[in-house]
């Protein structure tokens, strides 16, 4: 693998494009097999048929990938996701079942500190499944998430809910984020621009 | 005992788990007071227990076809949950749909 800097720009971003295509294409005909649950040559040439008419006709805005995977990140979250996911079910299920109660929420906005539409659409996926938050809506071009959190008891539970879910940007950027996104996130600051 | 034994019984425990796990978040989506609040529900506990259950499909059926569409079931659901429970959600407070006496904060209608 080459790196980045090496090639000129408009190559990058074809080449980019072209990569994130065939990506894509790989993960579709690997998917058409696993569905009619064997391998055959029957099933790969049916499945690079329908993925090429896929992708011909539901095209998807390109979201180039500029991080980079990093097996610890990745483990670290993938457990810590699993832990929580548990934690929420068990949470929720409690005070579904608890008699009487009726959990007071509120809704908070919170800004990512890497506006990327990968970082927003994985961290708004993640932060569903987790403790106590739900996303509402997102303003893209601002890099808001606006949650809405169950079971709030007091501005001090706001607070922590905000700091958890900047930690989860955290942990999805140690698995998936660019040095320079992760550099940003670790010092805790919140750009405007990303340099 | 033998490894077949351990997975039935491996299979045994997570369906159950899977099945009240989906039970509470039925009990969750109908008792909660609103939308917002449902859909917590309708997330958490419910692809929690589709995923138990999935997984004592799993330990159950062991065979490599069956595997590989029981992964394939449980990805989907982890992605298009959260899709899911937001477009309801972003529906239901844009209807206004949503029980202000309830809300602490509302960082959403300052905007």
Same mark, same amino acid.
């Given at each position: ?10 190559? *990058? ?9 065939? &990506? ?13 649950? %064997? ?23 390109? /979201?180039?990938? @500029?991080?980079?995977? =990093? ?19 068990? @949470? !929720? ?16 906005? !919170? ?27 997102? $303003? ?7 949650? @809405? ?12 809910? *905000? %700091?958890?879910?900047?930690?989860? %940007? ?12 992760? =550099? ?12 | ?14 369906? &159950? ?22 859909? @917590? ?20 059926? =062991? ?19 959260? /899709? ?9 407070? =844009? ?5 202000? *006496?309830?809300?602490?904060?509302? %960082?959403?209608? $300052?905007?």
């Amino acid at each position: 693998m080459t790196a980045p800097g090496a090639v000129p720009p408009d190559r *990058r971003t074809r080449f980019g494009r072209w990569r994130d295509q065939m &990506i894509a294409y790989g993960w579709l005909v690997l998917a058409w097999n696993l569905f009619w649950g %064997e391998f055959t040559w029957g099933n790969l040439l049916g499945g690079l048929l329908i993925a090429a008419v896929v992708l011909l006709f539901f095209p998807l805005p390109p /979201v180039t990938f @500029h991080g980079r995977l =990093r097996l610890w990140g990745v483990l670290a979250f993938g457990s810590r996701f699993v832990v929580e996911l548990v934690r929420a079910s068990a @949470h !929720v299920a409690r005070i579904a079942v608890q008699p009487g109660f009726t959990p007071r929420s509120a809704i908070i906005a !919170v800004r990512l500190r890497v506006p990327t539409d990968l970082n927003l659409a994985l961290t708004a996926e993640a932060l569903s499944l987790v403790p106590g938050t739900l996303i509402v809506e997102v $303003d893209r071009d601002a890099g808001i998430l606006y949650v @809405h959190v169950l079971d709030v008891r007091g501005p001090a539970a706001l607070a922590a809910s *905000r %700091e958890q879910i900047r930690d989860l %940007e955290q942990r999805i950027v140690a698995a998936v984020g660019s040095d320079d996104e992760l =550099r940003l996130v670790r010092t805790g600051t919140v750009a405007k621009e990303p340099p | 005992m033998t490894l077949g034994t351990v997975a039935d019984w491996l299979g045994a425990v997570s369906l &159950i788990a899977g099945a009240l796990l989906s039970l509470a978040a039925a009990i969750g989506v109908l008792r909660f007071p609103d939308t917002l609040s449902r859909m @917590h529900a309708a997330t958490k506990p419910q692809v929690l227990g589709v995923l138990l259950l999935l997984l004592g499909v799993g330990f159950r059926l =062991r065979s490599p076809a069956d595997l590989g569409m029981v992964v394939l079931i449980g990805i989907f659901q982890l992605a298009t949950a959260p /899709v899911a429970a937001q477009m309801i959600g972003r529906a239901a407070y =844009r209807a206004g749909r949503v029980d202000r *006496r309830l809300l602490d904060a509302d %960082e959403l209608a $300052d905007r």
